[in-house]
């Protein structure tokens, strides 16, 4: 047997080996422990000294050490995962991170060119479990780079709990994607409810003076609001992408970062015909999108739902900019349209802004409360009079 010894700079013993002396010719590797990786190359030959030949450890990187996980266990798997999007930042007080022993897929909503959508199930720690959506990006739109995921991602955890966006549950990762998982509502689009209910009232026209709609449009705009004030905007906005609780609330979903906007509007026009009543002119036209183009849209959306259910603009003219006005138009809904005009300026800068929508909406809705209250009032003084209490009316026939 012949031992080797090998000793760094400083004397201190870095390894031992042995090895048989009697194979005439043999390499032996040796890991350099104590200060930084390398090998060491000891080649035996008979009669010889040994001919070593050594690499410069020190200029190595030190590389950490790997945690001891069985390869086969959940733990495992769940941390290459976690490791895998390490550079997002998690306050666990904030945001849930979920696993694949927590989440169970059922169903595919939605496949595309951005966005994959899935229906699923999640398990609670107390061993219940609630329907969810999942929403990742698609490996097409990642290699491209045409979507910052990772930022949105980032973005949306921050978001503090809102009654007009649905809410999100946490982060689901898996070895190869990233999910974002929101609650899976129970109810219908603005667009069902808007067609349920015109189909109720036998009308296609609504009559603004007596519209009923008012809270959903206010709901909508303070949804929109919000999403702006965190910088977000929502490209592609319709009335079948607002879900109407069974509260009367409007929630939003969708949305996406400005910066993402671009691609988003190049992928919708692919996708469908699109015209003035589906995006702004500088979207529809140079690709362009802001918080501006989104009162465009936002105005649409309350001109279908609380004047008409056709749209507002020509799909075969998009150059006049001429509003529809074959319609009812009472003393009302004239004001509603003049209202809505603002938010249709070919310029921008020029629009009004959600804040000034909002207000207009809410004076309205706060004008039409007391102006019903007071009909309510007027109708049960004229239902009384004549009314004579039980102990008059009998002194009355005496």
Same mark, same amino acid.
């Given at each position: 047997?012949?031992?080797?010894?090998?000793?760094?700079?400083?004397?201190?013993?870095?390894?031992?080996?042995?090895?048989?002396?009697?194979?005439?010719?043999?390499?032996?590797?040796?890991?350099?422990?104590?200060?930084?990786?390398?090998?060491?190359?000891?080649?035996?030959?008979?009669?010889?000294?040994?001919?070593?030949?050594?690499?410069?450890?020190?200029?190595?990187?030190?590389?950490?050490?790997?945690?001891?996980?069985?390869?086969?266990?959940?733990?495992?798997?769940?941390?290459?995962?976690?490791?895998?999007?390490?550079?997002?930042?998690?306050?666990?007080?904030?945001?849930?991170?979920?696993?694949?022993?927590?989440?169970?897929?059922?169903?595919?909503?939605?496949?595309?060119?951005?966005?994959?959508?899935?229906?699923?199930?999640?398990?609670?720690?107390?061993?219940?479990?609630?329907?969810?959506? %999942?929403?990742?990006?698609?490996?097409?739109?990642?290699?491209?780079?045409?979507?910052?995921?990772?930022?949105?991602?980032?973005?949306?955890?921050?978001?503090?709990?809102?009654?007009?966006?649905?809410?999100?549950?946490?982060?689901?990762?898996?070895?190869?994607?990233?999910?974002?998982?929101?609650?899976?509502?129970?109810?219908?689009?603005?667009?069902?409810?808007?067609?349920?209910?015109?189909?109720?009232?036998?009308?296609?026209?609504?009559?603004?003076?007596?519209?009923?709609?008012?809270?959903?449009?206010?709901?909508? %705009?303070?949804?929109?609001?919000?999403?702006?004030?965190?910088?977000?905007?929502?490209?592609?906005?319709?009335?079948?992408?607002?879900?109407?609780?069974?509260?009367?609330?409007?929630?939003?979903?969708?949305?996406?970062?400005?910066?993402?906007?671009?691609?988003?509007?190049?992928?919708?026009?692919?996708?469908?015909?699109?015209?003035?009543?589906?995006? !702004?002119?500088?979207?529809?036209?140079?690709?362009?999108?802001? +918080?501006?183009?989104?009162?465009?849209?936002?105005?649409?959306?309350?001109?279908?739902?609380? %004047?008409?259910?056709?749209?507002?603009?020509?799909?075969?003219?998009?150059?006049?900019?001429?509003?529809?006005?074959?319609?009812?138009?009472?003393?009302?809904?004239?004001?509603?349209?003049?209202?809505?005009?603002?938010?249709?300026?070919?310029?921008?800068?020029?629009?009004?802004?959600?804040?000034?929508?909002?207000?207009?909406? +809410?004076?309205?809705?706060?004008?039409?409360?007391?102006?019903?209250?007071?009909? !309510?009032?007027?109708?049960?003084?004229? +239902?009384?009079?004549?009314?004579?209490?039980?102990?008059?009316?009998?002194?009355?026939?005496?």
């Amino acid at each position: 047997m012949l031992s080797i010894r090998l000793e760094d700079p400083e004397g201190n013993i870095t390894c031992r080996t042995k090895t048989e002396s009697s194979i005439p010719r043999q390499q032996v590797i040796l890991h350099f422990t104590s200060y930084g990786t390398g090998t060491v190359s000891c080649w035996l030959k008979p009669g010889r000294e040994l001919e070593l030949s050594t690499k410069d450890c020190h200029s190595l990187p030190r590389l950490p050490e790997l945690p001891e996980h069985p390869e086969n266990s959940d733990d495992y798997t769940s941390m290459q995962s976690e490791e895998y999007y390490a550079d997002i930042s998690v306050n666990s007080s904030k945001c849930k991170i979920f696993y694949q022993k927590d989440v169970c897929m059922l169903l595919s909503l939605k496949t595309g060119n951005t966005f994959n959508r899935w229906m699923g199930t999640l398990t609670l720690p107390d061993g219940s479990s609630k329907c969810i959506n %999942l929403t990742t990006a698609t490996e097409k739109a990642l290699t491209k780079r045409k979507l910052q995921w990772t930022k949105f991602v980032k973005r949306v955890i921050e978001l503090p709990p809102s009654d007009y966006v649905t809410k999100l549950e946490g982060i689901y990762i898996d070895i190869s994607h990233l999910y974002v998982v929101h609650e899976h509502l129970i109810c219908e689009t603005l667009q069902d409810y808007l067609d349920n209910y015109r189909k109720d009232q036998a009308v296609k026209v609504c009559n603004y003076s007596s519209s009923k709609m008012l809270p959903y449009v206010i709901s909508y %705009l303070n949804g929109m609001k919000f999403i702006h004030s965190y910088g977000f905007v929502h490209p592609g906005m319709s009335t079948r992408k607002i879900l109407v609780t069974e509260n009367g609330v409007c929630k939003i979903y969708a949305f996406c970062l400005p910066e993402d906007a671009r691609n988003a509007v190049i992928t919708l026009k692919s996708t469908k015909a699109c015209s003035l009543n589906e995006l !702004a002119p500088e979207a529809l036209f140079r690709n362009e999108y802001s +918080e501006a183009s989104d009162v465009w849209s936002a105005s649409i959306i309350i001109w279908l739902t609380l %004047l008409d259910d056709l749209p507002p603009f020509s799909v075969d003219d998009m150059s006049s900019f001429n509003v529809r006005n074959d319609f009812e138009m009472t003393e009302e809904n004239q004001r509603l349209r003049r209202n809505l005009l603002n938010s249709w300026n070919r310029d921008d800068s020029m629009r009004s802004t959600l804040d000034d929508l909002k207000q207009c909406f +809410e004076t309205d809705l706060t004008n039409k409360t007391s102006t019903l209250n007071e009909t !309510a009032a007027c109708g049960l003084n004229y +239902e009384m009079e004549g009314y004579v209490p039980m102990t008059r009316a009998a002194d009355l026939q005496l």
